[in-house]
Structure formats: structure tokens, C-alpha cells
Nanobody
Framework: QMQLVESGGGLVQAGGSLRLSCAAS????????MAWFRQGPGKEREFVAF???????QYADSVKGRFTISRDNAKNTVYLQMSSLKPEDTAVYYC????????????WGHGTQVTVSS
């Protein structure tokens, strides 16, 4: 089972930027599709961004054009570059891994808090 640890969260003003990192343990990271999810206060967890093993990516409409997901297989790390942050981006951000290629995520991190002040 791959272990995931997120970092990079914090407090930022609206319009600012943050880069989240998710470090994976194990030697099979390159075989996983990876994604970021978030859960805001009083909200359901929602999809943010996805990156395939081959590098193709998808984004939620709410972050398209502002967030960029990337991966470095040599470092077993997936990133989420967030810019033009809005207060509604405030949430705990989780990274997740999918080993079977069916969007059924079987590895999850514990999350990192992102707070955007207005």
C-alpha cells in the first residue's frame, strides 16, 4: 500500500499562491494515477484535479485556469500549484492515488489545510 503525505498548506491572502506537495512512499508511484481532492468547512469532499500515469490532466471547473497539477516520478511526488486563490478555496486538501486506473482511489493522505483570507 502506498503511503501519501501532503505538505505546503497554510494561510494566504486572496489572490495569492501556494504550492502543495504530496510525497509517496514505495517504488510503484509511477504506476498510479494521482488526484487532489478538497473538503471545505461544512461541505462534501470534492474533486480538484487529476493526473494520469502518462501525464494527462483534468480539472474541476472551479479551479480550471488557476490550479496546475504535475508529478515528478523520480521524486515520487505530485504537486498542486494554486494561484489566484479565493476564499472559497479554503479547505483541507487531500491527495489520492489510484493503482487500478478506474478512479477508485486506494491510497489517501491525511490532508493539509489551506486557508484563504479575504
Amino acid at each position: 500500500q502506498m503511503q501519501l503525505v501532503e505538505s505546503g498548506g497554510g494561510l494566504v491572502q486572496a489572490g495569492g499562491s501556494l504550492r502543495l506537495s504530496c510525497a509517496a512512499s514505495g517504488r510503484t508511484f509511477s504506476s498510479y494515477s494521482m488526484a487532489w481532492f478538497r473538503q471545505g468547512p461544512g461541505k462534501e469532499r470534492e474533486f480538484v484535479a487529476f493526473i494520469a500515469r502518462t501525464g494527462g490532466s483534468q480539472y474541476a471547473d472551479s479551479v480550471k485556469g488557476r490550479f496546475t497539477i504535475s508529478r515528478d516520478n523520480a521524486k515520487n511526488t505530485v504537486y498542486l500549484q494554486m494561484s489566484s486563490l479565493k476564499p472559497e478555496d479554503t479547505a483541507v486538501y487531500y491527495c489520492a492515488g489510484d493503482s487500478r486506473g478506474n478512479y477508485d482511489y486506494d491510497a489517501w493522505g491525511h490532508g493539509t489545510q489551506v486557508t484563504v483570507s479575504s
